[in-house]
């Protein structure tokens, strides 16, 4: 599924290889080919509300396979199975976001789609309640409840 | 490479204003720019950049004689100098009648058994001239229509910078635009990106503002705001220049809120290129 995404589209004048090999190029974070990395969770309006504490919390876990293959192959594209959730972000937890996602494709050595590593760093939170808890106490929490 | 399409379904609402403007913000950036019309309008691009081509005559080489494979020359002889830091590609009469010429050229070749794909033709032009050799920076600017110019922009550059009303068929504008990509990018299977959208000619009533906020919910980049200046813009289109040469020429005292537009519109430059470089 592709569509129209925030965000730069696939470059126009890559090279011929990577036009004709196509859905080869999982790597590409803006997807050539088949792959989009959507607007769906890209959280690119500016407002400054406080984190959502009740986002989808029945999100499957995305290890999920189909056919036997992990999620990042058995999908035509990156919305597959993904519905589209708005996020407010603060523009420092954007801009951590940038810095995190250098970091993740250095550790994988591969370009990765911005949908992908949102919803792995959601995971990663739902992983560890007891640190979300703490970051939400920072931020003013604590002096709640 | 940046290349982007500035697309508005309504005239009028800054469009190639924008184009124009943001092709000297990245030039000023010390970017290599060209910048293409497809509008088969006379107030077009190429007329706000004061370029004189033969548009009327057919038989002048021209981009559609290259997008329907009957060149008369070699392509980059179509692209002039301007005065404004970067190098431009006129627009023809002959685009007023692409659909058709498109059509009668896909027959041609598909009579000879030849690839042609006629959303795909400014694309396969601009590679096989080594475009991205030449130029770092490519803005196309087609007219406020959907149709081959519009599916030929966007498949060429694949991103968009979208000005918008402050109105509710501003709103309308985009949702329909996104119908359009998203069959166009299922049909030759690749993503479109916006780079930004931008709220052009905003008041200061409360309407407007309201419209501001539902534009944000539109989940794309919103870096400026750019008020009402008729005045400049009008200016620019009297003069044959970019704003930032009407300020500087024609504004013997500077308005502070027109330098301040200058800034947002090299603040939406840079955020453009931050986002669209690859």
């Not at chain 2, 950036?29 to 033969?54: C, E, F, K, M, N």
């Not at chain 2, 910078?161 to 049909?187: C, F, H, M, R, Y």
Request: hydrophobic content about 35%; charged content about 25%.
């Amino acid at each position: 599924m592709t569509g129209m995404k925030s965000g730069a589209g696939s470059d126009p004048f890559a090279g011929a290889e990577n036009e004709e090999s196509g859905a080869a190029n999982q790597t590409d974070e803006n997807g050539h080919t088949a792959a989009s990395s959507t607007s769906e969770a890209v959280g690119t309006t500016e407002e400054t509300n406080h984190i959502d504490t009740d986002t989808d919390a029945s999100q499957t876990s995305d290890g999920s396979f189909d056919q036997g293959l992990p999620y990042l192959f058995a999908r035509d594209g990156v919305k597959d199975e993904r519905s589209m959730i708005q996020y407010f972000l603060r523009e420092t937890t954007r801009h951590r976001e940038t810095k995190i996602k250098a970091v993740v494709e250095d550790e994988l050595e591969t370009d990765v789609y911005l949908t992908d590593l949102r919803e792995a760093i959601v995971q990663t939170g739902m992983n560890h309640p007891d640190e979300v808890a703490e970051q939400l106490r920072e931020c003013g929490y604590r002096f709640r409840g | 490479m940046l290349t982007y399409t500035t697309y508005s379904e309504a005239g009028g609402v800054g469009k190639t204003t924008l184009a124009s403007n943001l092709a000297h913000a990245h030039a000023q950036q010390g970017r290599d720019v060209l910048t293409i019309d497809l509008d088969p309008q006379h107030g077009s691009l190429t007329y706000l950049l004061g370029v004189t081509a033969p548009r009327g005559d057919p038989n002048a080489d021209n981009l559609v004689r290259h997008l329907i494979d009957r060149p008369k020359g070699s392509f980059s002889d179509l692209i002039r100098s301007t005065p404004h830091g970067f190098d431009h590609l006129p627009s023809h009469d002959m685009l007023a009648n692409l659909d058709d010429l498109l059509s009668q050229a896909e027959t041609m070749a598909a009579d000879l058994g030849e690839a042609f794909d006629p959303h795909n033709r400014l694309r396969d032009v601009l590679q096989a001239a080594g475009i991205a050799n030449h130029y770092d920076t490519i803005i196309v600017d087609p007219p406020a229509t959907t149709g081959p110019h519009l599916y030929n922009a966007i498949t060429a550059t694949r991103s968009l910078v979208l000005p918008i009303e402050p109105t509710g068929k501003g709103i309308q504008s985009v949702a329909g635009l996104e119908d359009i990509v998203t069959n166009l990018a299922s049909e030759l299977g690749f993503d479109v990106g916006v780079l930004a959208v931008v709220p052009n000619g905003i008041g200061r009533t409360v309407d407007q503002r309201q419209y501001v906020d539902q534009f944000r919910e539109l989940g794309y980049e919103m870096p400026v705001i750019i008020r009402d200046r008729s005045s400049l813009f009008e200016g620019c289109w009297d003069k044959q220049c970019t704003a930032f040469e009407y300020v500087d020429a024609y504004r013997s005292q500077k308005r502070e809120y027109e330098l301040e537009t200058l800034e947002k519109v090299q603040t939406l430059g840079d955020h453009i290129a931050e986002v669209g470089d690859q």
